[in-house]
């Protein structure tokens, strides 16, 4: 587990241990504010997907800011921590179809009103038999396979399945339709929103005809989400990385700020241009792209090393970054960037007001 | 953080997925080999905790023999780990430049033998003063850079007065010298030699230039996993700092002695195409840097086509031979930015699970 050195409330955010991933709660509230409000003028709901910050506090914030259907996660793990942190609308965007993810499953529904997502027909089987024997309600919605090309099903075949969910009523109720989990590393910028969102159209069109109209159609993204909760055919936005920003966000969205940060320390310095901080891969995750530097003009991190990060001087720029510096890192992606962390430091004016744990971290079962 | 602990003797077809899997035979396969390899040497294996992040396991490599009862570690809060784990000898391989880490060190060196990696005058001078503060000793030793271009002295005169520095401030006592090296792609025995004797030397003559100058040095730790048992024929080397050979990954594939020990444990959960198959890891728990992907283990022409945050997509350039539910093995390219991700090493024999370990030092950035 992370241990920094714990510093009081009130501290000043560059006199934090690195490194550190601060979040500066003013824009995280701006992020919120700006798209909760733009997806309700839209007239659409949102679904805050919580596996982008892997946080309570912050999903909490979410919530309260207003038009909300509930909440998305990526695993029955996460669904489990969550639901213990008071969330209780809960859509597990996913497919789980080992027997023990079912039973948990069956379990929470239980307790909370939750939504799984399959795409086949004996994964809704088991899911029936599982709620029966728990005597639990469960909503399950189809994952539309779009243009991912990962896991879901054709529009063609969406009907067949929702009637199959209609045959274990009432344990289980057609929720809907989403679009499934992409199977690429980042965002895919060639593919626009229409090619995106033409399955799912198609499918609640399918759907639609045979009478089995979907309650729920969510699509996601931070990316697009003007665009998507536009739409008049989907019901929910299913977005998460709006509320904390990352690098590959803001170069997309610029009204989205990059509230998440890393603050690291230069620990080497030998070579004119050249310093070393003490964020590798192991502190930033590099697996999309590389972070952007914040607040020093001209440089950049070209090259990470499992704990050393390089930060470069483009020629003709100068700088005053010496040994003991501290130097701001913007992460490239900030759901796989708050995975290899325990806190979340908020601060606001640059004064530390809170430890957040990153409580789902890690729970990929 | 609290993933379910398997039972000890769960078949492996019971086990919750994804799951970090240690296979034990390969492990002790690494460490038995190891052992053997710096049995008649002056050299030992100081095995690198980063890699590994979890005392136990270099506890056995301990056990299994050919170290010199010690470990490295990244950073300061891994340092702190592997002491409470019991580990009394640790080499901190990187620079700890700030006041309150510092005092980290310090505390630590009260209870066991730490020594910490250094580049600039200035680093020992602050290092001195909170350890003479604290009337704590801290060892220092003098980090070279030889193929990386990363930290370290970059001329053997700036290790000459650093090492001066260190042997007449109070509160630190100069050990000796390190340095690390990498290699790229896959390259055969003989390439790694000859890069690997070249690289190693430059930090043996930054060792030459200090001791010419009168200051003893007496550890000189380097090498890795790729010059594991050319650093056993260099007789100037006492240490060597192996981390991936004891799980091993496929970007070390041409260190043909080695076995691959940790592989994750997955699920296939979708078959949407007939050549296509979906399981329930991605790169979140695999990592995957810079786009690299991991191999499946031993399954024919099944590859991995693709990674999403929480999704592996599998191809068969025929009819896919797993359906949903089956299980496969996924080996990873980078063991240790993957293991940073986990909570826990389930490690397995015949089947079956033998032991669980938590990954303690998982997350120690600081």
């Not at chain 1, 709006?242 to 170069?251: C, E, K, V």
Request: glycine residues 8%; contains cysteine; aromatic residues 4%.
């Amino acid at each position: 587990m992370e241990r920094p050195v714990f510093k009081p409330i009130g501290t000043p955010s560059e006199e934090l241990d690195t490194p550190a991933l601060v979040v500066d709660l003013e824009a995280v509230e701006s992020n919120i504010a700006t798209v909760h409000r733009r997806v309700q003028d839209a007239g659409s709901k949102l679904r805050p997907k919580l596996d982008a910050h892997l946080c309570p506090a912050i999903g909490h914030l979410q919530v309260r800011a207003g038009g909300t259907s509930g909440v998305a996660v990526a695993t029955v793990g996460q669904a489990e921590v969550f639901s213990q942190h008071g969330f209780d609308d809960i859509l597990i965007a996913n497919v789980a179809v080992a027997p023990s993810k079912i039973a948990r499953i069956a379990s929470l529904a239980k307790r909370v009103r939750l939504t799984v997502g399959a795409d086949s027909a004996r994964n809704i089987d088991d899911l029936g038999e599982a709620t029966v024997g728990a005597g639990a309600q469960l909503g399950v919605a189809l994952a539309i396979r779009g243009s991912a090309d990962c896991l879901g099903v054709s529009p063609d075949d969406a009907p067949e399945l929702a009637y199959k969910i209609e045959e274990h009523a009432p344990n289980l109720s057609f929720a809907g339709l989403f679009e499934a989990p992409s199977g690429k590393l980042g965002l895919d910028s060639a593919v626009t929103t229409d090619e995106r969102l033409e399955a799912l159209s198609e499918a609640e069109f399918k759907c639609a005809s045979r009478r089995l109209p979907p309650p729920m159609v969510a699509a996601g993204g931070s990316a697009d989400y003007e665009e998507v909760a536009s739409r008049q055919n989907v019901t929910e936005l299913i977005a998460g990385s709006y509320a904390l920003g990352d690098a590959a966000l803001s170069a997309v969205k610029p009204e989205l700020r990059s509230a998440a940060r890393i603050l690291t320390t230069v620990m080497s310095h030998q070579d004119h241009g050249v310093v070393w901080l003490d964020a590798g891969q192991k502190a930033t995750s590099i697996d999309t792209g590389m972070p952007d530097v914040e607040g020093v003009s001209g440089a950049k991190v070209p090259r990470m090393s499992a704990e050393h990060g390089s930060m470069v001087l483009e020629d003709g720029a100068t700088w005053d970054v010496d040994l003991g510096s501290k130097v701001w890192l913007i992460p490239h992606n900030i759901a796989n960037t708050v995975n290899v962390y325990d806190f979340i430091h908020a601060v606001r004016d640059g004064r530390l007001e809170a430890m957040w744990e990153v409580a789902a971290r890690g729970r990929y079962q | 953080m609290t993933t379910a602990r398997p039972l000890f003797h769960t078949p492996i077809s019971e086990l919750d997925t994804p799951a970090l899997l240690v296979d034990l035979d390969a492990l002790d396969h690494n460490f038995n080999y190891v052992a053997g390899l710096y049995s008649d040497s002056v050299c030992r294996m100081r095995q690198h905790a980063k890699n590994v992040k979890s005392p136990p396991i270099l506890h056995r490599q301990i056990a299994a023999g050919g170290t010199m009862g010690g470990v490295c570690a990244a950073k300061v809060s891994e340092a702190e780990v592997m002491v409470e784990g019991g580990i009394g000898d640790i080499l901190i391989t990187s620079q700890v430049v700030t006041p309150d880490k510092i005092a980290r060190i310090c505390a630590l060196a009260r209870v066991a033998d730490v020594k910490v990696a250094v580049d600039d005058v200035r680093n020992i001078r602050l290092l001195s003063s909170i350890s003479a503060e604290h009337g704590t000793d801290v060892g220092i030793v003098i980090e070279v850079n030889t193929s990386m271009d990363r930290a370290g002295i970059r001329r053997p005169e700036q290790g000459i007065e650093l090492a001066r520095l260190a042997t007449n401030l109070p509160g630190v006592t100069f050990r000796g010298v390190m340095s690390h090296q990498s290699i790229l792609g896959l390259p055969d025995r003989e390439t790694r030699f000859r890069e690997g004797r070249h690289w190693i030397q430059m930090c043996i003559e930054a060792k030459q230039a200090i001791e010419d100058a009168g200051f003893p040095v007496e550890i000189v730790s380097t090498g890795e996993t790729y010059t594991i048992d050319l650093a056993a024929e260099m007789p100037e080397v006492t240490e060597v700092q192996g981390g991936t050979y004891a799980l091993m990954g496929t970007n070390c594939d041409y260190m043909e002695d080695l076995r691959h020990a940790v592989k994750v444990l997955t699920t296939v959960v979708s078959s949407p195409d007939a050549d296509t198959a979906v399981c329930d890891v991605g790169y979140r728990a695999l990592a995957a840097p810079g786009g690299v992907l991991p191999a499946v283990d031993g399954a024919g022409d099944v590859r991995v086509e693709s990674l999403g945050p929480d999704h592996c997509v599998l191809k068969s350039d025929g009819d896919m031979p797993l359906s949903v539910g089956d299980q496969i093995l996924l080996i990873s390219a980078q063991q240790d930015i993957m293991v940073n991700r986990w909570d826990q090493f389930v490690g397995v024999r015949d089947g079956a699970v033998e032991v669980v370990w938590p990954i303690l030092a998982r997350g120690c950035h600081h």
